[in-house]
Each structure stands twice: as structure tokens, then as C-alpha cells.
């Protein structure tokens, strides 16, 4: 069977963490690693990651941003197989089961997701529940995918600006190069909604349309190049 890592980047999680690492422990087909990349947090995300004992192997460095953690966390891997869990998120436990019984029998397939239902943290202000969009989606994130190793040796590494959504760009670029995916129709994340998540961010909606227009301002030169 093919070895997994899990890589759960991580910040200031301190009140998610443990949560993450249980859902990744929990998995009805073990991870033969997980690697908790603590990105400089500055609270006891670290010492929660580092509690778990040879279960889990945590990497401190200095704070640099989600896409330098995702690679940190690949660098370190040894998995033939790499998934990554964000850090307030969690997995029901059939996930890389099911994704890696795909794989297995896709041969051509490089990467399968899953999808995604958002729940809300129980400290969370009621006037956002009011708000709160429970709908379950079919999830093509970083969390909701299983890949196999070879996969980012053909995409290369995750975009490390921080202000760009580190995920989009590396996926669309794994797209352009031919590589395939499939989603799942079974439900095997839960995405965790809280104020401080980066879709909460004063500047996130601002960041997504730049990348989304680059990506626009791409496509119309390749087909000018075309013509």
C-alpha cells in the first residue's frame, strides 16, 4: 500500500489543532505520517502538535505564509501519497480510505478530492450564523485533496506571496500541464467557519480577483499568440 503523509500547516491554532490532528488520526486508513508545520505561531499551537508524541512530527520556522508551510511540509514528506489538512479543519474518518482506493484503481487520475460541508465554531458571533451558508459543494482545496507524490513533481511548488490564495494558482497550473483530478461525491471534509478565517480577511476578496484577472489576462495572451 502506498505510504501517506499529511501535512497540516499551521498559526496561531492553538483552539483547532488538536482537532485537525484527531481527524487525521482517526482515518479508517492510517497516515503513516503527519507533519504539522507550525508557521511561527506565537501561541501553544507547537506544544499542542508536539503532545501527540511519534504521531505527529512538528516543524517549527519563522513565519513566512501559508504557501512557504505547504512547501515546508512537502520538502519534509516521505509519502507517496500527500494530503493536507488545514489546521481548523477536520476529515470525517473514511477520507484518504476512500481517496486512496481511488487512486489505486485510477491509475491516470493524479489527484482526487471530495467534498466539503462548512460548520460553524461554537464561539462564533451569532450575527455571522445569520449569514451562515451551510450547503454541502464539491471541494477543489488544498484540504479536500489527496495527490500522489509525482503530481507536484510535474506542477512544482505552491505560490509563496502572501498576497496571492496559494491554492488557485497551483492547481490551475497543474490543469494547464494535463494533470487530472476527480472529485469524489461522498462528504469527507468540514470546513470550519470562524472570524479568523482567511476568506474573513479585509483584503482576501481583493487578492482572489487579481489572481482571477491574471488568470484572465493568461489565457487572452495565449489565444492571441494562437491567432
Not at 63 to 72: D, F
Not at 90 to 100: A, C, I, S
Not at 144 to 170: H, Q
Not at 189 to 202: G, I, M
Request: charged fraction near 25%.
Amino acid at each position: 500500500m502506498n505510504p501517506i503523509s499529511v501535512i497540516i500547516p499551521a498559526y496561531n491554532r492553538e483552539a483547532y489543532v488538536a482537532d485537525a490532528i484527531e481527524s487525521a488520526v482517526a482515518q479508517t486508513c492510517p497516515p503513516d505520517e503527519i507533519i504539522v508545520v507550525d508557521d511561527g505561531s506565537t501561541d501553544r499551537t507547537a506544544e499542542i502538535a508536539r503532545s501527540y508524541g511519534k504521531q505527529v512530527r512538528c516543524i517549527s520556522q519563522e513565519n513566512q505564509g501559508t504557501g512557504v508551510a505547504r512547501n515546508t511540509g512537502l520538502k519534509e514528506a516521505r509519502g507517496s501519497l500527500i494530503a493536507f489538512l488545514d489546521s481548523d479543519d477536520v476529515w470525517l474518518e473514511r477520507k484518504l480510505e476512500m481517496q486512496t482506493a481511488y487512486l489505486r484503481t485510477h491509475p491516470g487520475t493524479d489527484m482526487v478530492f471530495c467534498r466539503m460541508k462548512p460548520f460553524l465554531s461554537p464561539e462564533i458571533d451569532p450575527a455571522h450564523a445569520l449569514r451562515f451558508d451551510a450547503r454541502e459543494i464539491a471541494a477543489c482545496n488544498a484540504q479536500a485533496l489527496l495527490a500522489r507524490r509525482e503530481t507536484f513533481t510535474k506542477a512544482g511548488s505552491f505560490p509563496t506571496a502572501r498576497n496571492v490564495p496559494e491554492f488557485f494558482p497551483w492547481f490551475t497550473r497543474a490543469c494547464d500541464l494535463g494533470l487530472t483530478h476527480h472529485i469524489l461525491p461522498e462528504l469527507f471534509l468540514l470546513r470550519r467557519v470562524h472570524l479568523s478565517n482567511s476568506v474573513h480577511h479585509p483584503d482576501w476578496g481583493l487578492r482572489y480577483v487579481r489572481f482571477l484577472k491574471q488568470r484572465l489576462d493568461q489565457n487572452r495572451g495565449s489565444a492571441s499568440s494562437r491567432t
